[in-house]
Structure formats: structure tokens, C-alpha cells
């Protein structure tokens, strides 16, 4: 019993650990395995035979070749009209007009009429600074105005006087003139019986007594003659002397005119100072910026402030500014049609003009400012807006024809060439080409509208090949960022 004890031990304990294995479990795994192995041979064969044909008309759909062996090609038929020259560039929306409002005059802010966003109209007061020596000013300047007016109207009438002395000087020297010659006669009468009466006297004829009288009254002859001369230097004298006093009454009248102008100007300064007290709209547009407010006081912008009262800026029209590139640069025109897109207004369009540009390169970049305005009567376009513009440079032609730029074969300088199916085959066809917008090209001459011109293929491509031709199906590449 002992032996035996020490002899088994091991096999009591591992039959008391390790459970027995059922035949019956070992079977059913067995029965699995075998069916899985079947269908595994059964889908082998069947791919073989059946699935496979499939698999091999994908590899040559995927080369362009049919099962007849023929290379499958993609064609279209040109489109009419050629291509647009154009240019896609950022567009920024700008007020096209804007303007800072700075005080001319210092003074406590008296009244302000508007804020910011509120439409104004050209010419509309806007707010007003308290200046009163200024309109002080205004009205000493108007007083001294009015006194030169009054010297003026003196001097108009001292020239009256004047001239009415002159012309009484004048006619006193006419008469003079008179009494001259009129006396010069009588002395000549005088003279003429002093020599009778003294022939008459020597010969006893008459007494000495006769002489003596017509010697006597021949010397009154000549003193009244010599007088009347004398009165006529003295009257032309008085001539000259009223002459110079009319010439002096005019320079008054010069000068007081001149005081006149003297006191209008400064009035007008003066009137200009006190319309610097009010704050005018240039223009009708919206006020963008309010620095200050009622019982502010207002320095002067001569004396370093820089802060404007207001700032107004015209919206209507609105001013795009286009950088234009110097490829394009030649073919920019003014009135070249334009459309805007606004990328806070999406789905909008705004057409346009360009209205101006720069006629010279920002050498930074090399391009051209080129501007369009756009009305805006509803304010829909905000200063500060931004989006894309296009600009048709060129129209499209009528006489040409436009294809996908993957038809064309070799190009170089305005030639090249296309592949048209005719009867099942291929013919090289020689083209001469315009424009490139890198999506179609602009065929100028070589092809017709009915011609069927391969856009795509697979394979190689060979002058009388013979293809199977389908309708190309253009790919249409959507921009998300538009969307």
C-alpha cells in the first residue's frame, strides 16, 4: 500500500487539477473548420470565372481602350464666340469723397447739431463755435466801411465844385479874350484919329486943344488894352489853379474809393473769421467721426491740435479701387465694363465702369490704381468694404470659337494643333489660337462648329488612329471660399 502511494502521486494530482477532454467538442470544431475551407474554394472559383471579367473591363475602362481595342477619347464641339480678356483682382470700396473738419477758430463749442452715422446735405450748418469778438469785429469792420463810403461821396462832390470852378475859369478867360480883342480895336481907332488930328494941326487946321484930347484918349486906348491882357493871364491863371483842384478832388476820390475796397476786405476777413464759427458740410454725405462735444472748448489746428470736430464722407457714388497687374495694364481703358463683388453682400453683383486710373505702376508691386464708381442711393456700400472685381479689358471676339484648353496640341506663337474624330478617326488638324484663360482657349481659324474636337483621352493619340469618341464631360470645380 505504501509503495504505492509513493509510486502514483503524480497522476492523482493532475487528474485532480486538469478536467478530462469531452470527444464530442473536439467533432464540432472539426465540422466548422471543413465548412469554412469549402467556401473559401467555392469563392476562389467563382471570382476566377465569373469576377474577374469585371475587374479586367475597370483596367481597360482605366486605360482608354474598349474591349474592341479601340482608344476611347472625350470630344466637344467649339462653342462659339471667342474670349473675354479679363482681369479677376481684389476690390476695396472706398467713400469717394471724405473730409476732416478742423476749427479755424478757438471758442467754447456752442452748438452741435449732429452724430455720428446721421445723413447731412451740402452746405447744412453742423455745429457752431462761440466766438463773440469775432462778430465785434465783423460790425467795427461794417462801421469803417460805411464811413469810406461817405468819403467817397465827399470827394464826388468836391470834384463838382471843382469842375464848376473850372468852367467858370474859363469863361472868364474867354471873355477876357474878348475884352482884348475889343480893346486892341479901339486903340487902333485911337491911334489911327491921333494921326489925323496932329496932320490937321500943322497945318493949322485945328487947335492944339483937339490934339491933345485924342493924344489923351488914345494912351486910355492902350492901358485898356494892356489891362484887358492883364485880366486874361490873371483868368487863365485861375483856369489852371481850378484845374489843379479838379485833378485833386479826383485823387480824394481815388483814395476814398481805395479806402472803400481797404475796409470791404477787412470786413470780409473779418466775416470770413466769424463763418469759421460754424462747422459747413462740404457735401452731401454721413457723418463718420464726432471728437467733441457741447461746452467743449475748441483749439485751434494752427496751434498743434490735430483732432477734427467732425468728419464727413460722401457715399454716393462709392469709389473701387482695383490694383490692376502690369500684364494687363495696356489693355485698361476707361469705360471697360467691370463687375463687383462685395464679400459682406454675397450673392449681389454691382456693375460698373472704370472711370479712371493712374497711368503709372506702383513700383512695389507693379501695379496700376484703377477706379470705378458705383452709385449707392440706397447706402448699401459701406468705406471699408472689400470683395473682387472683374474687368472685361477686351470683349470676346464674334468670329472665333472656344474650346477646352486641353484640346490644343504644341502651342507656340498663336499655333498649334487639335485632334478632330472624322468617320471614327482621328485627324491632326493644324489651329491658330488667341487668348488662354487656362480653363478654354480661343481657337481663331482651323475648326468649325461642327467639327468634334478631342478634349480628353487616355492613351496616346496618333493622326488616323481610330478611337471610340464620347461626349466630354466637363469637370466644374467649385470655389468654397465664394460660397
Not at 129 to 135: G, N
Not at 286 to 314: K, M, Q, Y
Request: net charge negative.
Amino acid at each position: 500500500m505504501t509503495d504505492q502511494i509513493m509510486t502514483n502521486p503524480a497522476p492523482r494530482t493532475a487528474a485532480r487539477d486538469v478536467p478530462a477532454k469531452r470527444p464530442g467538442r473536439s467533432r464540432k470544431w472539426l465540422f466548422l473548420a471543413l465548412l469554412v475551407l469549402i467556401a473559401g474554394i467555392g469563392g476562389g472559383y467563382w471570382y476566377l470565372h465569373q469576377g474577374g471579367k469585371p475587374a479586367k473591363d475597370a483596367k481597360l475602362a482605366a486605360s482608354g481602350t474598349d474591349t474592341s481595342g479601340q482608344t476611347r477619347v472625350e470630344v466637344t464641339r467649339p462653342k462659339a464666340g471667342g474670349i473675354a480678356r479679363t482681369v479677376d483682382q481684389i476690390a476695396s470700396i472706398h467713400a469717394f469723397e471724405f473730409a476732416e473738419l478742423h476749427a479755424e477758430v478757438s471758442g467754447f463749442l456752442k452748438s452741435q447739431k449732429v452724430d455720428i452715422g446721421d445723413q447731412v446735405k451740402e452746405g447744412d450748418v453742423l455745429a457752431v463755435i462761440a466766438a463773440p469778438e469775432l462778430e465785434k469785429a465783423v460790425e467795427v469792420a461794417s462801421a469803417a466801411l460805411e464811413l469810406a463810403k461817405a468819403q467817397v461821396n465827399q470827394a464826388e462832390a468836391k470834384i463838382l465844385t471843382a469842375q464848376a470852378q473850372q468852367q467858370a475859369a474859363a469863361a472868364d478867360v474867354s471873355q477876357a479874350e474878348a475884352d482884348v480883342e475889343r480893346f486892341v480895336a479901339s486903340r487902333k481907332y485911337r491911334e489911327k484919329e491921333r494921326i489925323r488930328i496932329r496932320q490937321l494941326a500943322r497945318s493949322n487946321a485945328v487947335e492944339q486943344k483937339l490934339v491933345d484930347e485924342q493924344e489923351d484918349q488914345y494912351e486910355a486906348a492902350v492901358a485898356a488894352e494892356h489891362s484887358a491882357e492883364a485880366t486874361v493871364r490873371t483868368n487863365k491863371a485861375k483856369l489852371v489853379a481850378a484845374g489843379a483842384m479838379v485833378e485833386s478832388a479826383k485823387a480824394d476820390l481815388a483814395e476814398a474809393k481805395a479806402n472803400v475796397d481797404v475796409a470791404a476786405a477787412a470786413l470780409a476777413k473779418a466775416q470770413v473769421y466769424v463763418d469759421y464759427t460754424r462747422i459747413v458740410s462740404p457735401y452731401t454725405g454721413v457723418v463718420t467721426l464726432r471728437s467733441f462735444h457741447r461746452g467743449d472748448f475748441i483749439p485751434l489746428s494752427s496751434e498743434g491740435n490735430s483732432t477734427p470736430l467732425l468728419a464727413v464722407a460722401r457715399t454716393d457714388p462709392m469709389r473701387v479701387v482695383i490694383m490692376v497687374p502690369d500684364r494687363d495694364v495696356p489693355f485698361t481703358d476707361v469705360g471697360d465694363p467691370a463687375e463687383i463683388h462685395v464679400d459682406a453682400l454675397p450673392g449681389e453683383v454691382f456693375h460698373g465702369k472704370v472711370s479712371r486710373f493712374a497711368s503709372t505702376e506702383d513700383p512695389a508691386d507693379r501695379t496700376m490704381r484703377t477706379e470705378v464708381d458705383l452709385p449707392n442711393p440706397d447706402n448699401r456700400l459701406r468705406d471699408g468694404m472689400y470683395g473682387g472685381a472683374t474687368i472685361i479689358l477686351e470683349p470676346p471676339s464674334p468670329k472665333a470659337f472656344t474650346v477646352p484648353a486641353s484640346c490644343l496640341f504644341d502651342p507656340e506663337n498663336g499655333e498649334g494643333v487639335v485632334y478632330v474624330v472624322r468617320d471614327g478617326k482621328l485627324h491632326k488638324t493644324d489651329v491658330t489660337y488667341g487668348k488662354d484663360n487656362g480653363v478654354k482657349i480661343e481657337i481663331l481659324s482651323g475648326v468649325s462648329a461642327d467639327d468634334d474636337v478631342v478634349a480628353r483621352y487616355n492613351g496616346a493619340v496618333a493622326d488616323g488612329a481610330p478611337v471610340q469618341s464620347v461626349p466630354f464631360k466637363e469637370i466644374v470645380r467649385v470655389d468654397k471660399a465664394k460660397e
